[in-house]
């Protein structure tokens, strides 16, 4: 782990701690910052535990964002900006060597906000 991407993390880890609610943190570890639905997933093959909403890691080449959302809502997966889309790695997740700019870092923002409406108004959160 070196300290650009500690520090990368850091930016983005306070980011996502702003916008939280009404998400659950299920892991927050120097390298793993973890949030989940607040309820039991209405899906039968999560045994109703809280569904996962997104995850921020440390990994060995780059600081991972994965936000499942994304993932799950083509609607949703059209809103990523260029500048973050340039970030993507398959459908929901974006890598980062450096923290983000402060517009890369309101974009994402952004993002998170419309995942967080969406699941709210299917009623995941």
Same mark, same amino acid.
Request: charged letters at 25%; one cysteine or more.
């Given at each position: 782990?070196?300290?650009?991407?500690?520090?990368?993390? @850091?930016?983005?880890?306070?980011?996502?701690?702003?916008?939280?609610?009404?998400?659950?943190?299920?892991?927050?570890?120097?390298?793993?910052?973890?949030?989940?639905?607040?309820?039991?997933?209405?899906?039968?093959?999560?045994?109703?535990?809280?569904?996962?909403?997104?995850?921020?890691?440390?990994?060995? @080449?780059?600081?991972?964002?994965?936000?499942? +959302?994304?993932?799950?809502?083509? +609607?949703?997966?059209?809103?990523?900006?260029?500048?973050?889309?340039?970030?993507?790695?398959?459908?929901?997740?974006?890598?980062?060597?450096?923290?983000?700019?402060?517009?890369?870092?309101?974009?994402?923002?952004?993002?998170?906000?419309?995942?967080?409406?969406?699941?709210?108004?299917?009623?995941?959160?």
């Amino acid at each position: 782990m070196t300290g650009d991407f500690e520090s990368t993390f @850091a930016v983005l880890r306070s980011a996502l701690k702003q916008q939280r609610e009404p998400l659950a943190v299920s892991a927050d570890t120097p390298d793993r910052f973890t949030l989940v639905g607040r309820k039991p997933s209405p899906f039968p093959k999560h045994k109703g535990k809280p569904m996962w909403f997104g995850e921020l890691r440390i990994g060995k @080449a780059y600081v991972s964002l994965h936000l499942l +959302p994304l993932y799950m809502n083509q +609607p949703l997966l059209k809103l990523v900006p260029p500048n973050l889309r340039k970030r993507m790695q398959g459908k929901a997740c974006f890598n980062f060597k450096a923290a983000p700019d402060p517009e890369l870092l309101a974009e994402i923002k952004q993002l998170v906000e419309a995942a967080i409406k969406d699941w709210t108004e299917k009623q995941l959160l």
